[in-house]
């Protein structure tokens, strides 16, 4: 089945250490996305990319970085300059960032955990 | 970005209709209206989308006030499964990016 899949679902780590959050799909879309979702608000955009090789960052970059090595793939790395990492991840994905009648497509989701 | 406003929570009773509003006073003519939803601990679902004219499909319907200051997303018949939080959307026909910039959407509780 075509989809968006995120690994692991939830994820715990020491405080000081980098994480690196998994986000594939095989629907062959060109744009992928990755949101941060904190208890009872909304979603909030880290980074996006819009093809291989290129990506721009978000209303919060700051403490996270990612790749785009590969059309399926798009990894978010959780770093120890992020001051407050403990967060529900989501990562999306989209098939055209020119077509006007795109809907995006979301993976399940990464709970991450910081203790 | 141009804003929405939606009320933080509503209620409804299982297979009654249900009418959740979102006003977005500063949208501007090229600004597509987008809902989606997010059941709890899961990923954001797309629900419609429309820019001028009222929207029909499978999930619900959407209807865009003349001015295209307000739209309400219509959900024929609650169900249980229905019982979610709906974000309203507003995505710039012009951006080159499908950055979606979600508010803190509605809460819609179903009675059984």
């Known amino acids: 089945d075509g989809g968006i899949t995120q690994s692991p679902k939830y994820l715990f780590r020491k405080e000081g250490q980098n994480v690196t959050l998994s986000c594939e799909q095989n629907?062959?879309?060109?744009?992928m996305y990755w949101y941060r979702q904190d208890p009872g608000q909304g979603l909030r955009l880290i980074y996006y990319?819009?093809?291989?090789?290129?990506?721009q960052k978000g209303d919060i970059a700051e403490g996270y970085s990612v790749s785009r090595e590969k059309k399926e793939s798009f990894p978010l790395t959780v770093t120890s300059a992020q001051k407050n990492p403990t967060a529900f991840y989501l990562c999306?994905?989209?098939?055209?960032?020119?077509?006007?009648?795109?809907?995006?497509?979301f993976g399940q989701g990464t709970r991450l955990t910081v203790v | 970005d141009a804003k929405t406003t939606q009320p933080n929570s509503m209620e409804s009773n299982e297979e009654e209709p249900v009418h959740l509003p979102c006003n977005h006073s500063?949208?501007?003519?090229?600004?597509?209206i987008h809902w989606y939803r997010q059941l709890p601990s899961q990923g954001p679902e797309y629900v419609i989308h429309?820019?001028?004219s009222n929207v029909n499909n499978r999930m619900a319907s959407l209807a865009i006030a003349e001015d295209r200051k307000s739209s309400t997303l219509i959900l024929h018949r609650a169900t249980l499964r229905d019982a979610a939080v709906y974000y309203c959307?507003?995505?710039?026909?012009?951006?080159?990016?499908?950055?979606?910039?979600f508010g803190s959407g509605t809460r819609l509780l179903v009675r059984p």
């Open positions: 999306a994905s989209s098939i055209s960032t020119g077509s006007l009648n795109t809907e995006a497509f």
């Open positions: 629907l062959n879309h060109d744009a």
């Open positions: 990319s819009q093809i291989v090789n290129d990506f």
């Open positions: 500063t949208i501007s003519g090229t600004d597509y």
């Open positions: 429309g820019l001028t």
């Open positions: 959307i507003l995505r710039p026909m012009m951006d080159s990016s499908y950055k979606l910039i």
